[in-house]
């Protein structure tokens, strides 16, 4: 149970504050990656789609913490959302030529949040609850 609890809190650490940045703090993003919006519609966008899906994420693993029967849950929506957007990452690597200490960092966090969730899910202990 405490290492779920570490990677929870982990979870939180890195989706949550970067999530909150990316909705009240656009230009955050331009500055770190260089998405900037050309008109009102495309700024709305950008909080959504980066901080609005963060924050949901790190507010998720932040409810789990405390309520660890929906550790299952979370697991598979850390699968899905970290293999998408570590594959969707690799191609844009391949074609865009995106190389950079960010996107390789990033890359690295996703494939990490898809395989650790995936093996989770597979083999590891999860923490038992009764309904």
């Known amino acids: 149970m405490k290492l779920i609890k570490v990677y929870l809190s982990f979870m939180v650490l890195v989706w949550l504050p970067w999530g909150l940045i990316c909705i009240f703090d656009i230009d955050s993003i331009a500055q770190v990656i260089g998405v900037v919006g050309n008109s009102p519609s495309a700024n709305t966008d950008i909080r959504v789609m980066y901080g609005g899906v963060q924050l949901a994420v790190g507010l998720m693993a932040l409810f789990v913490l405390f309520s660890p ?9 850390l699968a899905f ?15 865009d030529g995106s190389s950079s200490v960010y996107t390789w960092g990033v890359v690295f966090f996703e494939y990490f949040v898809a395989i650790s969730a995936i093996a989770w899910l597979l083999v590891l202990p999860r923490p038992q609850h009764n309904d």
């Open 69 to 77: 029967r929906y550790f299952h849950n979370l697991l598979f929506c």
């Open 81 to 95: 959302l970290g293999s998408c957007m570590a594959l969707s990452r690799s191609y844009g690597l391949m074609v």
